[in-house]
Every structure is written in C-alpha cells, then in structure tokens.
C-alpha cells in the first residue's frame, strides 16, 4: 500500500495526513500533453493543478541554469525531494499531479493514477511549437529526454518508466480535436471514482 517507490516508504509511514478528496495523477513521457489534460481535470473537478515540471524547472531558474543543463548536472537529492513533495500531496488529496512518475510516487494514495501516450509526429508538434524548434530537432530533443529519464529513474529508484502496469488508466492523444480528448478524459475518470466508491 502507499507508494510504490521503496525509496519514499520510510518517509511516508512519518506523513499522517487524513486525505481528504481525491488524488489524481497524470503521467506520460515528453510531449504528450500531461498538462492540458491535468489542467482539464483539476478545473472540472475543482482541484488543485500540481506540475512536477513546474518545480522543476522554478529550481532551475532559481539556479540560474537552463533546463536541460540542470537536467544534466542535478543531485540524485532534488528528485527525491521533489517526489517527497509530491507524495505529501498525493496524501492529502484534492489535487491533480502532472508529472513522468507522480503515478509511481503517489502508489496507491492516488483515487486515479492515469498514463498518457502519444504519436512521435504529435509530440514532435507539440514540443516544436512549445519550445519554438523544428520538428527534427523536437524529435531529437524528445528522444534524448525521455531516454535520459529512463537512466535516472532507473537508477535512482530501481523502476522501468516504461511499466505502465501501475496505471488503472491509459489514454492515447492521437488525432482526436482537444475539446473531443478533454470530454473522453474527463467521462472516463467519473466512471472510474463512480466504481472506486
């Protein structure tokens, strides 16, 4: 029970927090559009919106340092205390966690632990509009990164990002429009609190 890093147990069993709502989590590689649809979910269903990225990257520039260097050069320590963070979240409840492992880090404090998968081509759309790059170098960019955060996570906390057997939810971004994806999501996600209670 708890989360499912062995890593975060003994800090965990010192957080007693009575949870109150739900907890959702929305993990996915780069580019899958995590944020669009945790945003969606925490709007309709009235909960906090929590960015792993979002930390992340305040830490950054906190640092002084781009995003990919910081990627580079940061301290086994940050992620930990990153997904600390995280978990404290994942216990209180009533609120959505964006981020690669908030579904491993939350465990089973998470109502919903969704995973988000889409196409290269619309990743690399995506990102290349995001970050203003060609779609060859998104490609290029999105590769190198999910392939360096497979090494991290796989080194730090001993879990393969790429087992989607923890989620109870897996949703494909393909070609669907945005507002026809937001509504498929989000009638998913009651179906599942509907059986969870």
């Known amino acids: 029970m708890g989360t499912y890093i062995s890593k975060l147990k003994?800090?965990?069993?010192?957080?007693?927090?009575?949870?109150k709502g739900i907890t959702i989590t929305v993990s996915g590689k780069?580019?899958?559009?995590?944020?669009?649809?945790?945003?969606?979910l925490a709007k309709i269903f009235k909960l906090k919106h929590v960015s792993a990225g979002d930390i992340f990257r305040a830490e950054a520039k906190r640092r002084k340092l781009a995003l990919?260097?910081?990627?580079?050069?940061?301290?086994?320590?940050?992620?930990?205390e990153l997904d600390?963070?995280?978990?404290?979240?994942?216990?209180?409840?009533?609120?959505v966690l964006n981020g690669r492992l908030t579904g491993w880090v939350a465990g089973d404090?998470?109502?919903?632990?969704?995973?988000?998968?889409?196409?290269?081509?619309?990743?690399a759309k995506r990102v290349a509009k995001r970050d203003k790059l060609t779609i060859k170098e998104a490609k290029e960019k999105i590769k190198k990164?999910?392939?360096?955060?497979?090494?991290?996570?796989?080194k730090l906390y001993g879990i393969d990002i790429n087992d989607t057997s923890i989620y109870n939810l897996i949703i494909t971004n393909g070609d669907i429009p945005l507002e026809?994806?937001?509504?498929?999501?989000?009638?998913?996600?009651?179906?599942?609190?509907?059986?969870k209670r």
């Open 145 to 154: 990164r999910d392939e360096y955060d497979a090494k991290v996570y796989k």
């Open 109 to 123: 404090n998470a109502d919903i632990r969704m995973w988000v998968k889409a196409p290269m081509r619309l990743k």
């Open 30 to 40: 780069t580019g899958v559009g995590k944020t669009v649809i945790s945003k969606t």
């Open 84 to 95: 600390k963070r995280t978990l404290e979240l994942a216990k209180k409840g009533n609120v």
């Open 180 to 195: 026809k994806l937001k509504k498929l999501v989000v009638s998913k996600v009651k179906k599942l609190l509907g059986e």
């Open 68 to 80: 990919e260097e910081f990627s580079k050069i940061r301290e086994p320590e940050i992620d930990i």
């Open 10 to 19: 003994d800090f965990e069993k010192g957080l007693n927090f009575k949870k």
